[in-house]
């Protein structure tokens, strides 16, 4: 069996999308979890995306040259995050998975990034295993959140969406919870409308790029996070990713009726600071 890689390329897209849907629902099936891709459609347009994105480094596997999967290094914070990483189910276990991920782990120290992270589904021993082994080391429990939108306001903490004005109030935020800034994400998402920021005492106490799989939150306070949970229209994607041992916010998304979809982990090689203020991270990081 010959194992080889090669930088993505945006013809890929179909190929790696549907090796990308055939993965994750083929392993979401044997543990009776809901797929993570509605269908094979859903996972093409993402990875057609990520192809085609200058911050985001692609690479496919190819055995005896025919395409067995791909993965993804998001180069837009001084963070990188992984993923998705998928494999062909009739050729995992291989090793073409350690193989794609080596691949994008040199890429990160080539490029200087100060750490790496992922998120990984708890439930999957081979990922688990695979990820520790390769130095990653498990940071933070978490609950993917979905349900209706819940629609309540948080008295004296205003939500509404962020404008380009807020990037540098947020940013500051984000160094001071996290140590490191995601501004790049931020202006992305500032530019598509789908970020938001809570005020508190005349000044920003939190902002989302989204409350959903692919968006980040950084907040002072559980208050903040409440608020903007409460405004979000909906929770785009599988759902929103919760620490888990944040149970007061955990506590409270239940009572709002939201419901636990399934536990993820997030995992972390170089440098990590343990947050000091509220969160949710993003499917990436
Ligand atoms: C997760 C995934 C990318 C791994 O790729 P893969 O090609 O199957 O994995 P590999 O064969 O390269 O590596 C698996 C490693 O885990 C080890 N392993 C597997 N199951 C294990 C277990 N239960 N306990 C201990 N080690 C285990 C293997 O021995 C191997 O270790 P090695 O590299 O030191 O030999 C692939 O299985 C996949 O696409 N899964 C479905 C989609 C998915 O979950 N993606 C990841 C999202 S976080």
Request: charged share 20%; with cysteine.
């Amino acid at each position: 069996m010959n194992i080889s890689l090669r930088p993505g390329k945006p013809e890929d897209a179909a190929i790696c999308g549907a090796i990308c849907y055939e993965a994750f629902s083929t392993i979401s099936d044997q543990h009776n979890f809901p797929h993570d891709f509605p269908h094979p459609e859903a996972a093409i347009g993402l990875l057609t995306e990520l192809l085609a994105r200058e911050d985001v480094y692609s690479v496919v596997a190819e055995v005896d040259g025919r395409v067995a999967g791909s993965n993804f290094l998001w180069e837009n914070a001084v963070i990188a995050g992984v993923g998705p990483i998928t494999i062909d189910p009739k050729l995992q276990n291989v090793a073409v998975g350690r193989k794609l991920m080596e691949s994008v782990l040199q890429r990160a120290q080539d490029r200087a990034f100060v750490g790496v992270r992922l998120v990984q589904a708890a439930y999957h021993n081979r990922s688990l295993s695979l990820y520790t082994k390769l130095g990653f080391d498990t940071r933070e429990p978490l609950s993917t959140i979905q349900g209706s939108p819940i629609g309540v306001s948080v008295p004296s903490h205003e939500v509404r969406l962020a404008t380009e004005a807020d990037l540098a109030g947020c940013n500051k935020l984000c160094l001071k919870v996290h140590g490191h800034e995601r501004g790049q994400e931020l202006a992305d998402a500032i530019k598509q409308g789908t970020a938001s920021v809570v005020e508190h005492d005349g000044r920003i106490t939190g902002y989302a790029t989204l409350i959903g799989f692919f968006g980040h939150a950084v907040c002072e306070s559980n208050e903040d996070l409440k608020a903007l949970i409460g405004a979000a229209k909906e929770f785009p994607g599988p759902g929103f990713l919760l620490p888990t041992r944040n149970s007061e916010l955990l506590r409270w998304c239940l009572a709002q009726g939201l419901r636990v979809v399934q536990p993820m982990t997030l995992m972390s090689t170089g440098l990590y600071n343990e947050p000091a203020g509220v969160f949710l991270p993003s499917v990436v990081f």
